[in-house]
């Protein structure tokens, strides 16, 4: 049985700039939020998409055209170019974050990441950690995303180094291998390459797996015929002994990643492809081979395939190529790289990673990208920069120090041959990499990650350098004892272009510096680059200050780029920034945790896995519509782990946005979504030997809330625990606190505007009492407030919730109990703003059950039509979901002994004391009353409740509150002929 309902375009977008063919430009996305919303488009939070999908809210609580707005990975333009515009429409979005991308090249920033997410805007989800990307899933080399599948395991040569490790992009080295070159002038040539690899052990092998970067330009390919061989390494471009292995090897073709067939064909991007060998080719253990790639047909365009690289090789000039597109520059007929290409030899053997190995390491990443997005988007970690003590006191000049590259050691002076006289410097002694060591010294101990400098003016030419960073003792000018913070760091080739350079350490590696003690960082340049005329000297520089007359060295170099100075007593213009964690308080936790497959694929495994890690949604991408693959879902939602999206591309690639929005804007069959439960809260009055109505009724209660604590005048809390708190949450129930202002003489208005004027004092006081005291929410419930509170009432309630959220190291619900409106009395809520307010608060319980109290003339505890009016009123106020019934389970009396509010036991008492009397029911009212000549009760019943439950119920409002668990219990209701009349039977699970 299945139910009709709307389905939610759900827009994924990638990254907003001009910088690739498939991105959306600023102006396209523009374009896009302005027509959704001169088109009457509402974006939506992701928690209300996914309490949508679960029952829990329904078409009239979304707008008349919602869609969902997402971007995955978390790529620098979306903050740059998307957030403007999302903020000017006021459109709620969803980043699925790569958690180890954050802060790498071409990515967002955590400081922009929490921006966008104090802005109330935006939530983060889960892209993975660091398993985004595709790995080998066979030995026929098939690929998929290393977040989905159980990795292929291989028994053969594995060229390169780091195996399992996912290196952003942006840190990958790609080398031409095959396909059409372009040189300069514009003439078309077939590529040629080689590649090296050292073999570890003997084997026979049949094929080669080879992993390929994105290929220039990316979005073409021609039916490429390459020619393979093999042989002994001689050189960069050498090779003895050739054997052709593949004699025409075709480099398979397949639709553009993630794209629909129609756009167009491509090499593989970022994933495997596979030589078949015409014959085996035994490699023998310790041996160095090359392989050489010859193209044997060219396109009548530049295209040009590419193979990743792993800059793990510094020292070795491992491969070479013909190409113009290469990272270094030709020297005659070749670039020649250092690096180590990323592919396998293999023989077709190996085995799968097993099933537990593979939920392991799901595990892992998945508590790391959680950790890491609570950690550093909340408000846990504070950065500071930390200068060292200067080494020397009067520096009097300024000197640009090499930090990396290549250059000469010495100069020799040019002399004028008729004159004699110095004209210039030619470099001479040896061309060194560049090594330097620098002295640092701070006066406090700190935690960091990172190395900042200022740049100076490089010296020569600025390259592809790969530089290990180093920290260990100074001892003395005798420097010992390094630990490797970073390897094979390589900056922007344009170093003139780099006005701030930051060194994270390797895999967010930490490093403990000691106050007082005496560093040493020392920089080593593991590569240099040639041109036609040889080596090219290129040295970074970064600035500072030194005293040329001080005898006492504090950093040293083998380089002549600092005007032929290689020691000097220095002050290098460097710094750590050191970090300090308070998680889990302050963490951020978003209000649902989400999920955005890497590349859309999953398996039932994972998909149970994430579900155990509390991703409430998971989305993948739409099958058939833009993706060809047939291991992707169906474009309907049968499942929350199983929700397609519209993948944005640039407009020239999609259908006009117009019709793509209302081709995926249409009434579809889904499954029977379940019916949403009716939350039922209970507020219990704090009595020292507990609540025997709240212990009678515990399976009809969800959630306790218990009158607590009042502030005082200072602003401490007075108040303490309910005897029932421990044995409830026992039972695995929440148990909420009540905070009020409630003082000496009754509802102090005073103590509120303390609290609001004092926020950063009374919301620790709530927060303190919580984490102490093991609340799991809070209820606000302050009353008599004056109207000049508001806008200060407004801003306290939001700085609560924020911390209550994202402050605490989990989310704490908040419910306020509101005045209502049309109470007869205009200054009752003229302090509460229910807009503003409901934005941040989880629940508003509006207090409808008081319009007669001790206070007034007898009459109904609640009137069935004033109550519905202000419901109705409320709803125009506050979302569906976050307004909670009121339901009012006593009574008041009037009577020559007491005017006071009365619990159901103690008003059925007074009646059974009074031989003659029987309630009646005012039908007007709709309350039950009983008068007599010493006094009069109004009170509710079971068919008054029933009433304003069902009507609840029709408004769809799926919570409720009652008001108040005593002494009594409802089961009382049952015994005795004089109340049988109206007892309650309330059947609420019923009305769920």
Not at 41 to 63: C, F, S, T
Not at 402 to 422: C, H, M, N, Q
Not at 424 to 442: D, N, R, Y
Not at 627 to 652: C, F, G, S, Y
Request: charged share 25%; with cysteine; proline share 5%.
């Amino acid at each position: 049985m299945q139910d009709k309902a709307w389905y939610i375009p759900v827009l994924a977008y990638h990254e907003i700039g001009t910088e690739q063919w498939y991105y959306n430009t600023p102006e396209q996305f523009a374009w896009h939020i302005k027509w959704l919303y001169e088109n009457g488009y509402k974006a939506i939070h992701i928690k209300d998409y996914v309490d949508y999908w679960k029952g829990l809210l329904d078409e009239n609580d979304l707008p008349a055209k919602p869609v969902l707005i997402v971007f995955d990975d978390a790529r620098a333009g979306v903050y740059r170019y998307a957030y403007p515009v999302l903020k000017q429409y006021n459109m709620p979005f969803t980043v699925f974050v790569i958690g180890g991308s954050v802060e790498k090249q071409d990515f967002m920033t955590f400081a922009q990441l929490k921006d966008m997410v104090e802005s109330g805007l935006c939530t983060l989800g889960s892209h993975s950690y660091g398993l985004h990307y595709f790995d080998l899933d066979d030995a026929e080399g098939n690929s998929e995303s290393a977040f989905a599948c159980r990795l292929w395991q291989d028994n053969g040569i594995y060229a390169y180094l780091n195996q399992g490790e996912n290196y952003p992009l942006s840190q990958y080295w790609a080398l031409p291998i095959a396909g059409t070159g372009k040189s300069p002038s514009g003439e078309l040539f077939p590529i040629e390459s080689y590649v090296g690899f050292y073999a570890d052990k003997t084997m026979t092998v049949n094929r080669i797996l080879l992993k390929f970067a994105t290929h220039l330009p990316t979005e073409t390919c021609y039916d490429l015929v390459v020619r393979v061989s093999i042989g002994g390494k001689t050189g960069a471009a050498g090779i003895a002994g050739e054997t052709v292995v593949a004699e025409n090897w075709h480099p398979k073709q397949e639709p553009l990643d993630l794209y629909d067939a129609s756009l167009g064909i491509s090499w593989p991007v970022g994933r495997y492809d596979i030589i078949r060998f015409d014959q085996p080719y035994t490699v023998q253990a310790g041996n160095w081979y090359n392989l050489r790639f010859f193209t044997k047909n060219i396109s009548d365009k530049q295209q040009e395939l590419r193979l990743f690289m792993d800059p793990s090789l510094f020292n070795v000039e491992n491969c070479a190529t013909n190409s113009y597109e290469s990272d270094y520059d030709r020297v005659g007929s070749w670039a020649i790289h250092h690096g180590l290409p990323m592919l396998i030899l293999s023989d077709g053997t190996g085995s799968k990673e097993n099933e537990n190995a593979y939920i392991a390491r799901i595990d892992a990443d998945t508590a790391r990208l959680k950790r890491t997005i609570e950690e550093y988007a909340g408000d846990c970690v504070s950065f500071e920069r930390q200068d060292p003590i200067e080494n020397i006191e009067t520096p009097n000049s300024s000197i640009a120090m090499p930090l990396f590259g290549a250059s000469w050691t010495e100069t020799e002076d040019i002399l004028d041959p008729v004159t004699g006289e110095k004209i210039g410097e030619s470099p001479a002694g040896s061309f060194e990499k560049v090594e330097t060591c620098l002295k640092v010294v701070f006066d406090r101990s700190f935690t960091t990650r990172k190395l900042v400098f200022n740049p100076a003016m490089p010296f020569g030419i600025g390259y592809v350098a790969l530089c290990d960073v180093y920290i260990g003792d100074w001892n003395e000018g005798v420097p010992g004892n390094f630990t490797l913070l970073r390897k094979g760091f390589t900056p922007n080739q344009k170093w003139r272009e780099i006005h701030t350079l930051e060194i994270e350490f390797d895999d967010q590696k930490t490093c403990f510096i000691q106050a007082g003690h005496e560093y040493c960082l020392k920089f080593i340049t593991r590569n240099s680059a040639r041109n036609e005329g040889g080596e090219v000297e290129g040295v970074f520089c970064i600035s500072g200050r030194y005293d040329p007359e001080s005898s006492e060295a504090t950093g040293f170099w083998n380089s002549r780029a600092a005007g032929g100075v290689k020691e000097a007593a220095v002050n290098p213009d460097l710094w750590f920034v050191s970090e300090e964690s308070s998680y889990p308080e302050g963490a951020y936790i978003p209000p649902v945790w989400t999920l955005a497959f890497p590349f859309g694929a999953n398996n039932e495994t994972l998909r149970g896995n994430q579900s155990s890690h509390n991703m409430e949604a998971m989305f993948t991408i739409q099958a058939g519509v833009l993706d060809t693959r047939q291991n992707h879902n169906p474009a309907a939602i049968t499942a929350m782990d199983e929700i397609p999206r519209v993948m944005m591309l640039n407009d020239a690639l999609m259908p006009p946005f117009a019709d793509l929005i209302k081709l995926h804007t249409f009434e579809m069959f889904c499954p029977q979504k379940p019916k949403p439960p009716l939350s039922i809260y209970g507020y219990v009055i704090n009595r020292e030997w507990g609540c025997y109505s709240l212990r009678e009724n515990k399976d009809i209660i969800d959630i306790a809330i218990f009158d607590g604590y009042n502030f005082t005048g200072d602003l401490n809390l007075a108040g303490d625990i309910n005897p029932d708190k421990t044995w409830w949450q026992s039972m695995g129930k929440p148990a909420y606190a009540v905070f009020g202002n409630y003082g000496e003489n009754g509802w102090d208005p005073d103590i509120a505007s303390q609290v609001f004027l004092n926020p950063q004092v009374s919301i620790q006081a709530i927060a303190d009492t919580l984490i102490n005291e093991g609340w799991d929410g809070v209820c606000i419930d302050f009353e008599e407030v004056k109207e000049t509170d508001r806008e200060a009432a407004s801003a306290w309630f939001k700085e609560l919730a924020q911390k209550l959220h994202t402050g605490m190291g989990k989310c704490y619900e908040l419910m306020v109990a509101a005045p209502y409106p049309y109470s007869g009395d205009s200054q009752w809520d003229a302090w509460f703003d229910y807009c503003e307010i409901a934005k941040w608060a989880d629940k508003i319980s509006p207090m409808t059950y008081l319009d007669h109290g001790p206070w007034t003339k007898p009459g109904p505890i609640t009137n069935l039509e004033k109550f519905k009016r202000r419901y109705m009123t409320l709803l125009k106020l506050i979302p569906r979901h976050k307004l909670v019934g009121g339901i009012g389970l006593f009574g008041c009396l009037w009577s020559e002994e007491m005017t006071a509010e009365q619990n159901l036991l103690e008003l059925a008492t007074w009646i059974a004391g009074r031989r003659i009397l029987l309630p009646e029911k005012d039908y007007e009212d709709k309350q039950w009353k009983a008068k007599s000549t010493d006094g009069e009760t109004w009170f509710a019943a079971g068919d008054t409740i029933g009433e304003l439950l069902e009507w609840l119920h029709e408004k769809k409002i799926r919570s409720i509150v009652l008001w108040k668990l005593d002494d009594d219990d409802f089961s009382f209701w049952k015994k005795g002929k004089r109340i049988n009349v109206y007892r309650p039977n309330f059947k609420l699970r019923k009305m769920g």
